[in-house]
């Protein structure tokens, strides 16, 4: 089974700094997402990712996906409060075109420091 | 819209009793999932359905039930709750392209 291991597990940042989050899959990731999750709600999708070298950009976040497609990351430019919370990748199940649901890494706690 | 929606939010119950969780979308969307959310442990997937009248195994399937009558609904039921059933249960619901949109999740302690 598919295995998805997020670095670091938590970060505290100081506002107005970049970070980067990783993760790196066991096998070829065939869709990688990401979501960001408050504390005490749901999932919120960021971007999604398929193409090895692909990148993808909302607002301060940008994904990346590694031309061998195994490891992603995202990173934060000019962190602020608002980017504080939990966030999750997720990869496709390589059976039925990922229709088996997603495979989720254990999540990375992010603090934002004013 | 409203998305995904499930009720109820909360819900304490003692070990032994039933109880049905309601998941609720939308969105048109053929594919909705159940997963469970557990401290050190992730996001792991409980069951599954690809369309309506349909329903799969996922990752932590015992303890579960699930049934897919209409298109728009995906109830997950525990018979008899455990306590190593407390978590927090998140429905999410999948269209084109394959994006997975999650609910609010159901907080359940069992005692």
């Known amino acids: 089974s598919q295995e998805l291991e997020q670095s670091p597990q938590s970060l505290i940042v100081q506002e107005g700094k970049n970070l980067t989050i990783n993760c790196t899959s066991s096998?070829?990731?065939?869709?990688l997402y990401w979501y960001k999750q408050k504390y005490g709600e749901g999932l919120i999708f960021l971007m999604m990712l398929q193409k090895g070298g692909e990148e993808k950009s909302h607002e301060k976040i940008t994904a990346k996906l590694d031309e061998k497609k195994q490891q992603s990351s995202l990173h934060i430019t000019a962190s602020q409060p608002s980017h504080a919370g939990i966030y999750l990748c997720g990869a496709d199940g390589a059976r039925r075109g990922g229709a088996d649901g997603l495979t989720f890494g254990k999540g990375t706690h992010l603090i934002i420091q004013p | 819209n409203a998305g995904v929606t499930q009720t109820p939010k909360f819900r304490v119950l003692k070990t032994g009793q039933s109880m049905t969780l309601l998941c609720a979308q939308d969105m048109n969307h053929e594919y909705m999932y159940w997963y469970r959310q557990d401290p050190g442990m992730g996001l792991r997937l409980i069951h599954y359905?690809?369309?309506?009248?349909?329903?799969a195994k996922g990752e932590v399937p015992d303890g579960y039930n699930v049934s897919r009558l209409k298109k728009q609904n995906f109830l997950l039921g525990l018979e008899s709750a455990a306590p190593s059933q407390t978590s927090v249960y998140f429905c999410?619901?999948?269209?084109?392209?394959?994006?997975?949109?999650f609910g609010p999740g159901t907080r359940l302690l069992v005692l």
């Open positions: 359905s690809v369309g309506e009248g349909t329903t």
């Open positions: 096998k070829t990731l065939y869709g």
């Open positions: 999410a619901s999948r269209g084109t392209p394959k994006t997975q949109y």
